[in-house]
């Protein structure tokens, strides 16, 4: 990311003042002398700057990964992270030999980035790659397709809870063991976004700004997905019974239908409708306190209490998304 400050000087004789170009930049997308290069106003007086046809392709992001932990949680966390900020070749090396155990934790993990494989494998390290290539039209597809996967998985489990407690337990179970699948959505969307920071691809047309606010709104979508899962959890251990389903019901609806509106509000830049989901949100808060009451005096209430908990942070997260629609550009 090139961030510093030029001097503007005149030319010639003439009032035209001109400011040279980055050699980083310059090197980076292939321009040269006659190079067309597209000229646009944003807000406050700054000029975007980017090239008609990159005659160059962007040099490739690369990292060495020295294999010290093997849990699995520890290599999620770092490949993701190399993932999401855009890289895009990883090699893990370690200084003794690779063990099955480990190759495949790294291969689930390597399954469930869209987009990446893993190119080669040998005793002591394994090289992984992205094959994919993301057009600028693609990343607000991956970004709505957040959004709907979001929702979904909020009916599905509503649909499991309705139908009884075996259904329930049955749902819960495919979540969890589809959770990496679901993650992935969210993965892909801050991959490209983050991307797309740097090098803006073809047919992108989000100012910087919106970039971050986008990301940001991915990123709360994703964190509705963790505490679904951890509804989820509990579920496939105990299930609300008789009214207390209901109620669970209820608050996975409410969440639902609020969430519904936010992500609508962010996509569409409907004001009116962040209005909408914001004002509501006091009213499922106080909703909730009211139920918690009457929950407390019920016996074996935990698993309820759980979603209880969980909606309100839920509220949280929809809140942020639509108070992000309100900074995006009309």
Do not use: C
Request: charged content about 25%; cysteine-free.
């Amino acid at each position: 990311m090139i961030d510093e400050t030029r001097k503007a000087t005149q030319w010639g004789k003439s009032k035209t003042l001109v400011v040279s170009l980055p050699r980083r930049w310059i090197k980076k997308y292939g321009i040269e002398p006659d190079s067309q290069l597209h000229i646009q106003e944003g807000p406050e007086g700054s000029l975007r700057i980017s090239p008609l046809q990159i005659s160059k392709t962007p040099a490739e992001r690369t990292a060495t990964i020295r294999l010290l932990e093997q849990d699995e949680l520890t290599l999620r966390t770092i490949l993701e992270t190399y993932y999401i900020v855009g890289y895009d070749q990883l090699t893990i090396e370690s200084s003794r030999r690779l063990n099955e155990s480990v190759r495949k934790i790294v291969t689930k993990i390597v399954n469930h980035l869209p987009g990446f494989e893993i190119l080669e494998s040998t005793d002591r390290q394994m090289v992984i790659k992205g094959v994919s290539v993301i057009r600028g039209q693609d990343i607000m597809e991956f970004v709505k397709m957040s959004g709907r996967a979001t929702i979904e998985i909020i009916k599905t489990l509503m649909t499991g809870l309705r139908a009884g407690p075996d259904e329930t337990e049955r749902v819960a179970n495919e979540f969890i063991s589809e959770g990496w699948r679901h993650r992935g959505n969210y993965l892909r969307a801050q991959r490209a976004l983050r991307k797309a920071m740097n090098v803006r691809p073809p047919g992108f047309k989000l100012e910087m700004a919106d970039i971050f606010d986008t990301s940001y709104f991915v990123l709360q979508l994703s964190s509705i997905h963790e505490n679904v899962h951890h509804i989820a959890e509990a579920l496939t251990r105990r299930q609300p019974q008789d009214e207390q389903n209901k109620l669970a019901v209820a608050a996975l609806t409410k969440v639902h239908d609020n969430l519904k509106k936010a992500i609508s509000a962010f996509l569409q830049r409907n004001q009116e409708m962040v209005r909408e989901v914001l004002g509501e949100i006091p009213l499922l808060r106080q909703w909730k306190r009211q139920t918690e009451t009457i929950v407390d005096v019920m016996p074996d209430s935990v698993i309820t209490q759980i979603i209880l908990d969980r909606m309100e942070e839920m509220l949280a997260y929809n809140s942020g998304i639509a108070k992000t629609a309100l900074l995006l550009k009309t």
